[in-house]
């Protein structure tokens, strides 16, 4: 299957880097992927989201008007993609932040309060990578050993450290329930 | 083919000309292409190049057109608002026959506009944005591979034709991330350029490079010379791609757009509509002869663009009136969407496929 993925919130979540290092395990699956970003003021601040495809196949579009999986880290952001997650589609919203529920019923949801854990961890950056645990667990976008690779070929060298503790934060969203 | 990387677009153009052996980059930042600049800035220098911020696009451009005279592989990069303000300088290297490399991440105007792709300056890079009758070759790619294998082409292409070759792309495919598979060895083609002004200790004619022709019989003579140069790149250097040649209905799309032109061609099959997609990927020269080889079996073009038309005078040309064209734009930095495209060829299906 061709996964399509829209990330969506403010400007500083880390939305643009999840979906890079989706882009980056997808890659090292051997799948075929892309990555669009947001690009301009609205970033300054504002929203952010990034259009992620990876596919068996070449990527006809890296332009999405639709996904089948969405992760949410803001309400603007929920009430703006919903409608188009395609039926049967999923997403994953860190209700820290966005106080509701789709409101739809045939697409799956799961509210995960991934700022909430991640300050608990003591680093509130890692709440993508919990959300991103949830989405991989649910869906195999890509796979938990390219991930860990990924992590290692994104961030900058003075971030590795960080890494074993991003790996747990990735097990935590994939183990909740 | 070599070492694969996620690359941005604009940082494929920039690694593409260092392999291609530019040693000359003078440009002005302007988003959404200046990841071309920052990596040019940290890459030229260490494969002994010169990396140059200009104070303005027209001092950038008047650089490359001096160090394109000394015969160095030379490029410049913008967007639309700048490559306005090169429009004099890129007349002056056409007048000149200097090679050049010029590259335009489009974003959408008029004015200052906004800072969302578009694909508004196609009359200005096909049809001539500056004074006087000539001609760039304007390469239009659709993936970040292909942002990397046509910019390495465009040096070749520029060198060859002594002229200047534009990569036209626009802000999505300059921002967007996909991989790149580098080549081990990069076709890089060697010109003598004998026309190039560099010391040559006084063991030949000195080499003038000017636009400046002011006998009117000398200037037509010149005239003509780069009127048959344009005649032969016509004719040999047309670059298109033709997906699902037997279809029925036919997009005509190039760059991002071409992209999503291909999702819709798998939307369209499965409701059992034949569609196929003629991409050019030279805009100048435009390929004319790939509609020769689909006309036959194809009932109705459609031609989607992000602007109002503009590539849609040129599918009208090369078609004549032989078969009947259809046309869907956005503007603004706005992006056609799959679904509104379909619709489009729904109706299209309804008048032209369905009953026949």
Redesign the interface.
Known sequence: MVHEVILAGFGGQGILSAG?LL??AG?LDGN??????S???EMRGGTANCNVVVSKTP?????L??CNELVIMNKPSLDKFETMVEKGGIVIIDSSIVDRDVKRDDINSFLIPATNIASEMGNMAFANIILLGKLIKERQTVSVENFEKALYAVLSERKHHLIPQEMEALKIGMDYK | MGQ?L?MKGNEAIAEAAIRAGCLHYFGYPI??QTEISHYMAKKLPKVGGVFLQAESEVAAINMVYGSGSTGTRVMTSSSSPGISLKQEGLSYIAGSQIPAVVVNIVRSGPGLG???PAQSDYFQSCKGGGHGDYRQIVLAPSSVQELYELTVEAFNLADRYRMVAMIMGD??LG?????VEFRNEEPIEHYDKQWATVGHENSREQNVVTSIHLNPAVLEKMNLDLQEKYRVIKEKECRYEIYNQDADIFIVAYG?VA??A??VI?MAKDKGINVGLLRPITLWPFPDQAFDQVIDKAKAFLTVEMSSGQMLEDVKLALNGRKPVYFHGRMGGM?P???DIMKEIRNIYNLHVKND
Do not use: C, F
Request: hydrophobic share 35%; proline share 9%.
């Open positions: 890079r882009a980056e890659m075929h992927v892309s990555w669009l970003p690009y301009g003021p990527v006809d579009s890296p332009v008007n639709s | 694969k996620l988003t959404p906004g800072i969302q802000g999505n921002q967007m991330m996909e991989v991002i992209r999503i291909k999702s798998e992006v969407a799959r679904d």
